[in-house]
């Protein structure tokens, strides 16, 4: 926040105090900070995407031990997943908020989606890789991630010897999101850089739009939330009420730290009290924090359409919907770490050519979107616990509470 703050008086002292060919140099100077940024954020793409998606594939081997629960589960988690990106498309081409900024396309970027001249044939064959390394060093993620569900399900099927891929890639994963962690130190300098660039061109209009950027951020997530909880209803009826209450507490620590992980450890314990059998909590619930991340998908969606209009790059319907299923794709197994979605995002937006530059525009207000999407991710995962214990039958009355 502090380096958003320190971008926008920056950004605007040059805007009114510098000449046009002073703000030209200033731009193009400042961005060697943003340039060096996101090349160790595509540093990290290919083997984050890798890992983090092989291990929560191979682990979902076990949920041939756990039978329908499991199926009832990911069902659940498919369909709010869906939800969530259906409502940030609507939105977002309702709202066209990015088209306001009208940016230029970066010299390396200048091309615009899938060409036309690339048929459904060649876009379907350029999904399969001919090489993982070549995949991996083109940071080609729609190639990364058929190769890891091949691998991912290969490594589960062979048992006790797939274990050992599995603990080694859980490993490799762990020190990917650590590297994350570091180069995710070197943010706010990027922001600063990013915010301060464009701030000089553009001047306060940069402002309204974020502000109208947070605003039906916001309100789209009470809307998702509405939903949910609508269609919670329909399988415990009243008892969604119940379910509110008892979580709100986790949900002000959700919000209020602005991480999901957070409110985890009571969370358990405020299920339970609710009628939901620790058998399914203890299933649901971890499963959940990797394949059921509501607020973040909403996010995704909000934030790569935001990028494709800012600069003003068009996507048909079928592109973004592709879109929307590879960030829902590449985002399991990066919950735990801050702002990992932003890589997600990036290997995405690159292969419709998207300017990443944009993703660092919206670096400095993520603190305040990040807030409601963790606040979102837990009462997303609550509600997938009570649907799928009263699915099982199981869902008893609550416990109560003495103090």
């Given at each position: 926040?502090?380096?958003?703050?320190?971008?926008?008086?920056?950004?605007?002292?040059?805007?009114?105090?510098?000449?046009?060919?002073?703000?030209?140099?200033?731009?193009?100077?400042?961005?060697?900070?943003?340039?060096?940024?996101?090349?160790?954020?595509?540093?990290?793409?290919?083997?984050?995407?890798?890992?983090?998606?092989?291990?929560?594939?191979?682990?979902?081997?076990?949920?041939?031990?756990?039978?329908?629960?499991?199926?009832?589960?990911?069902?659940?988690?498919?369909?709010?997943?869906?939800?969530?990106?259906?409502?940030?498309?609507?939105?977002?081409?309702?709202?066209?908020?990015?088209?306001?900024?009208?940016?230029?396309?970066?010299?390396?970027?200048?091309?615009?989606?899938?060409?036309?001249?690339?048929?459904?044939?060649?876009?379907?064959?350029?999904?399969?890789?001919?090489?993982?390394?070549?995949?991996?060093?083109?940071?080609?993620?729609?190639?990364?991630?058929?190769?890891?569900?091949?691998?991912?399900?290969?490594t589960a099927s062979i048992g006790e010897q797939g274990k050992v891929v599995i603990k080694a890639?859980?490993?490799?994963?762990?020190?990917?999101?650590?590297?994350?962690?570091?180069?995710?130190?070197?943010?706010?300098?990027?922001?600063?850089?990013?915010?301060?660039?464009?701030?000089?061109?553009?001047?306060?209009?940069?402002?309204?739009?974020?502000?109208?950027?947070?605003?039906?951020?916001?309100?789209?997530?009470?809307?998702?939330?509405?939903?949910?909880?609508?269609?919670?209803?329909?399988?415990?009826?009243?008892?969604?009420?119940?379910?509110?209450?008892?979580?709100?507490?986790?949900?002000?620590?959700?919000?209020?730290?602005?991480?999901?992980?957070?409110?985890?450890?009571?969370?358990?314990?405020?299920?339970?009290?609710?009628?939901?059998?620790?058998?399914?909590?203890?299933?649901?619930?971890?499963?959940?924090?990797?394949?059921?991340?509501?607020?973040?998908?909403?996010?995704?969606?909000?934030?790569?359409?935001?990028?494709?209009?800012?600069?003003?790059?068009?996507?048909?319907?079928?592109?973004?919907?592709?879109?929307?299923?590879?960030?829902?794709?590449?985002?399991?197994?990066?919950?735990?770490v801050p702002r990992a979605a932003l890589v997600v995002i990036a290997g995405t937006l690159s292969?419709?050519?998207?300017?990443?530059?944009?993703?660092?525009?919206?670096?400095?207000?993520?603190?305040?979107?990040?807030?409601?999407?963790?606040?979102?991710?837990?009462?997303?995962?609550?509600?997938?616990?009570?649907?799928?214990?009263?699915?099982?039958?199981?869902?008893?009355?609550?416990?109560?509470?003495?103090?």
């Amino acid at each position: 926040m502090i380096a958003m703050v320190g971008g926008v008086l920056l950004g605007l002292g040059v805007h009114y105090y510098a000449t046009p060919a002073e703000i030209d140099s200033f731009s193009g100077g400042i961005t060697i900070i943003t340039d060096v940024f996101l090349r160790l954020i595509k540093m990290i793409v290919a083997p984050l995407v890798f890992s983090t998606l092989v291990v929560g594939i191979a682990k979902l081997g076990d949920v041939k031990a756990v039978g329908r629960i499991g199926g009832k589960t990911l069902l659940w988690f498919l369909g709010a997943s869906l939800l969530s990106l259906t409502l940030g498309l609507i939105v977002m081409n309702c709202l066209s908020l990015g088209s306001e900024l009208n940016l230029p396309l970066p010299a390396a970027s200048a091309g615009t989606g899938l060409e036309s001249s690339i048929s459904f044939k060649g876009f379907i064959t350029h999904i399969f890789p001919k090489s993982i390394f070549e995949a991996m060093a083109n940071n080609e993620i729609l190639q990364i991630v058929v190769f890891a569900i091949f691998f991912g399900i290969a490594t589960a099927s062979i048992g006790e010897q797939g274990k050992v891929v599995i603990k080694a890639l859980d490993a490799v994963a762990l020190i990917i999101l650590r590297i994350t962690g570091y180069v995710m130190y070197f943010a706010p300098v990027a922001a600063m850089a990013a915010i301060s660039a464009v701030m000089a061109v553009k001047g306060p209009d940069l402002l309204r739009t974020y502000g109208k950027f947070i605003l039906c951020f916001y309100l789209s997530i009470l809307g998702l939330w509405l939903i949910l909880l609508l269609i919670a209803s329909l399988f415990i009826g009243k008892r969604v009420l119940s379910l509110a209450a008892n979580i709100k507490d986790m949900i002000l620590l959700a919000f209020s730290t602005a991480s999901s992980e957070a409110a985890f450890p009571r969370l358990i314990v405020e299920l339970e009290n609710f009628g939901c059998p620790p058998r399914i909590v203890s299933f649901v619930l971890p499963l959940g924090y990797s394949f059921n991340l509501d607020g973040s998908m909403l996010y995704m969606s909000f934030a790569s359409l935001f990028i494709a209009q800012a600069y003003g790059v068009p996507l048909t319907l079928g592109q973004q919907v592709s879109m929307l299923l590879v960030l829902m794709l590449t985002s399991k197994g990066v919950a735990g770490v801050p702002r990992a979605a932003l890589v997600v995002i990036a290997g995405t937006l690159s292969l419709y050519n998207i300017p990443q530059q944009g993703l660092l525009l919206l670096l400095g207000i993520d603190q305040v979107l990040d807030m409601a999407r963790s606040a979102t991710n837990v009462l997303g995962n609550s509600i997938a616990a009570a649907v799928v214990s009263k699915w099982e039958g199981e869902l008893e009355e609550p416990a109560v509470n003495i103090k």
